[in-house]
């Protein structure tokens, strides 16, 4: 099983949603679920930036598909020299939001970093304002705020979860139920 330790097995739910690696022919749904997010939650500008991740990564990509189509696409990235992760690209197809394909998504991107040989202590995300309170809700603590902190001159929210052993057995004790539980709080 190598480096991964069995966590890249693909996870299905009850509402056919798997979560498996990024196939090159899956590059222009997740293309498509990007643009669908645009103006709102990313700059059109962005898409290069998506464009050279998916030709290039820096560490593995996942999509979220359900009844066959892509509804979600995310990464992460492994820091050699520091105990940290950085989740790359979490989106989900705009029509679906609100629907725990998120939640799912980010879950198995944690537990997947969890079982890698380099797992990281710390795992950061950069994001806006308005997407912060997802991450919070997921048990991210907020570390920075840079107004006009992006080059498209949106603010940037940085956030921080302790990979923990504790934090990596209560995400593998909710055996992915609670991902499609729509959270209530803003």
Not at 148 to 176: C, I, P
């Amino acid at each position: 099983m190598g480096e991964d330790s069995g966590a890249d097995q693909p996870f299905t739910s009850d509402m056919q949603l798997q979560i498996r690696r990024y196939r090159p022919d899956d590059r222009k749904a997740v293309l498509a679920a990007f643009r669908s997010n645009v103006p709102a939650h990313f700059p059109a500008s962005e898409a290069s930036w998506l464009r050279s991740a998916l030709d290039d990564p820096d560490g593995p990509l996942f999509v979220a598909v359900d009844a066959g189509d892509i509804v979600g696409f995310g990464g992460y990235e492994l820091s050699e020299f520091y105990d940290l992760g950085t989740l790359v690209f979490g989106l989900v197809r705009a029509d679906r939001h609100g629907t725990g394909i998120g939640r799912a998504l980010l879950a198995y991107r944690l537990l997947h970093m969890a079982g890698r040989k380099l797992r990281p202590r710390y795992v950061t995300v950069d994001t806006h304002p308005h997407t912060a309170g997802f991450f919070r809700r997921c048990g991210f603590v907020e570390i920075a705020r840079w107004p006009g902190g992006y080059r498209s001159g949106r603010d940037r929210v940085d956030l921080r979860f302790d990979l923990t052993d504790e934090a990596v057995a209560a995400l593998r004790a909710r055996g992915w139920r609670d991902a499609f539980v729509r959270d209530a709080r803003p």
